[in-house]
Structure formats: structure tokens, C-alpha cells
């Protein structure tokens, strides 16, 4: 069985949460693919909250070592599907007997990325569920990769796609996005999106008083700037990716919509941790969730 160190402090590199279940496996297989592509090692985490799972009845709820011999199981078996694939990278186990949520939050601080399945269910309770990765996104403290069973990686035939609003959270993504793009032989999708009449930031726009004197000047003012913006976002990734395939896209409506649809077939959906808000703000933390929750491939939140 591979060494699970118990220290508190991880190599920095990838770190992936792991279950055993289908979600966790795509996870597993995402995260040792990026670790390869970065050249830096793989941890995989396995945390429960063992304490809180009740035992059979008239037994104790909590077996220290039964938990133990458990959690490295799972772990072991992690490291089995991450060097079944990509058998050079450099994997290292790690169990936490603790909230499964605030581990992972904890083991970000020293990560260069955190990876967790869409959801799961481990054998002794529930662990990297839905309401997991949606915390786990909200409150790492580095980038944050979501994977769905069965998720391809990016390549030639499943572009990388990144939103953007022109905020500083959104340009960290865009580098994000292209350079996931760049080093897996994939396209680059950059949307932005134009709020329609009716939306909420239109609504808002008009309560406000702000820039918005009719129907058409509006909508021509949203879109010019949308254009803008992906424009400017187009040009950065220009000037580190030249040979890199660029596609611009304006998109018309809700900002969840719209990435979630311009996302389908995708290797990887990138978006910002929030956006500029008020008139303009598209990527906000509510529109991240929505990706999250909806988007058919995996899902990057980059702070």
C-alpha cells in the first residue's frame, strides 16, 4: 500500500478529493492528466467525517480504526486509477479523518489546484457531495476543477471555453483558460454575454437611472461592450498564445445560460470566482454556481 503521509503539509501540486465512486474516478483521472501536463505531483485526499456516521445498532458509532484501515483503502485504490493512467506522475495518498468540506478548503491554501468530482457517496457516508464542490469553489483558496462522469479532457475535438466580463477575476481566468488550452492541443472559446431587456441587470440598469435610455440604445450599448470586452480578452491571449485558435462569441441573454450552451462539447468551461456586478457585472458567484450545477463538462473557478 503506497505511504499516506499525516502531516499536515502536502508537495505543493494537484490535490483531488476521492471517494471511490464514478464522479470521484473521472476526478481522479482529470487531475492526474493536469498533474502530468504541469509536471507536478498528484495528492489524492480522501476526508469523512467518520465521527458523525451512526454504527449498527448497540455498537459504538465510531471506530478510530476501522475508520483508518477504510480511508486508506479508498485512498489506495485512487492512486491505482490516477497511475493506471498516467503511470510517470508522482502520486502520493492522504487520509483526514475531519469535515470533508473544510479539508479540502484547508488543503487549497498550499495547492496549485484543487480537483473534486460533481458528486459522491462513499461506502460509510456521504462525502464530495454536490453541496460540497459548490463550497469547495466558493471558499478555495486556489483554482478550482469540477469534474462530471465520464468527462473528456480538453483536446483538439473539445475546446477549452472561458467567460469573461473584463474583470480582474475574469483575466485571471482567460490565462487560465488559455493556457489549458495551449498545452492540450485545444481550440479557445471566449464568450461574453449581452443582457437582454428584461433581464435583471437591464432592470437594474433602469432603476438606477444609469446609461440606458431606451430599448435600442441599450441593447446596442450592451453589445458593443460585450464585443469590446471579448476583443480585449482576445488580444491578451494573443500576446502569450500566438498560434493558438481563438474563437469570439457574443452571447445574448442570462450569463448561465449562455456559458452553460456555448460550453456543450467542450473539454473545459473556465469562469471567473465573480464578476464586476451592478450594470455590468456578468460573472457573478450566482452565475458560477449555475455553471456549475448545469454545465455538462468540467467546470473551472478561477480566483
Same mark, same amino acid.
Given at each position: ?14 490535490? @483531488? ?50 475508520? !483508518? ?25 492522504? $487520509? ?6 473544510? $479539508?479540502? @478548503? ?39 476543477? @469540477? ?36 498545452? *492540450?492541443?485545444?481550440?479557445? $472559446? ?20 444609469? !446609461? ?34 481563438? $474563437?469570439? *462569441? ?54
Amino acid at each position: 500500500m503506497p505511504e499516506l503521509p499525516q502531516g499536515p503539509q502536502l508537495p505543493k501540486g494537484v490535490v @483531488v478529493g476521492y471517494d471511490g465512486t464514478l464522479s470521484a474516478d473521472s476526478a481522479v483521472r482529470w487531475a492526474a492528466a493536469e498533474a502530468a501536463r504541469r509536471g507536478r505531483p498528484l495528492t489524492v485526499v480522501h476526508a469523512a467525517d467518520y465521527a458523525l456516521i451512526p454504527g449498527p445498532m448497540g455498537a459504538p458509532p465510531y471506530r478510530p480504526d476501522l475508520a !483508518e484501515k477504510s480511508a486508506a483503502r479508498i485512498v489506495s485504490a485512487g492512486i491505482e486509477v490516477a497511475k493506471s493512467e498516467f503511470p510517470d506522475v508522482e502520486v502520493a495518498g492522504r $487520509t483526514v479523518i475531519a469535515g470533508v468540506t473544510q $479539508t479540502l @478548503v484547508d488543503l487549497s491554501r498550499d495547492a496549485d489546484l484543487l480537483v473534486v468530482g460533481s458528486h459522491g457517496h462513499s461506502e460509510v457516508g456521504a462525502v464530495l457531495l454536490g453541496s460540497v464542490a459548490l463550497t469547495a469553489t466558493a471558499h478555495a483558496h486556489c483554482p478550482v476543477v @469540477v469534474v462530471r462522469d465520464g468527462a473528456a479532457l480538453p483536446g483538439p475535438e473539445h475546446p477549452v471555453v472561458v467567460g469573461t466580463d473584463g474583470s480582474d477575476s475574469c483575466t485571471q481566468a482567460v490565462r487560465f483558460a488559455a493556457d489549458q488550452a495551449a498545452e *492540450r492541443g485545444a481550440a479557445l $472559446t471566449i464568450v461574453a454575454v449581452s443582457p437582454t431587456i428584461g433581464s435583471p441587470v437591464w432592470t437594474e440598469a433602469v432603476g438606477l437611472s444609469l !446609461e440606458a435610455g431606451g430599448r435600442v440604445e441599450f441593447q446596442k450599448i450592451m453589445t458593443a461592450e460585450a464585443h469590446e470586452t471579448v476583443s480585449a480578452a482576445a488580444q491578451l491571449v494573443r500576446t502569450t498564445h500566438p498560434a493558438l485558435p481563438i $474563437t469570439e *462569441r457574443i452571447i445574448e441573454g442570462r450569463a448561465a445560460d449562455g456559458l452553460v450552451e456555448a460550453a456543450r462539447g467542450a473539454g473545459l468551461l473556465v469562469v471567473g470566482s465573480r464578476g464586476r456586478g451592478a450594470f455590468t457585472g456578468l460573472l457573478l458567484g450566482s452565475v458560477g454556481h449555475g455553471c456549475l450545477l448545469r454545465a455538462t463538462c468540467p467546470v473551472a473557478i478561477v480566483r
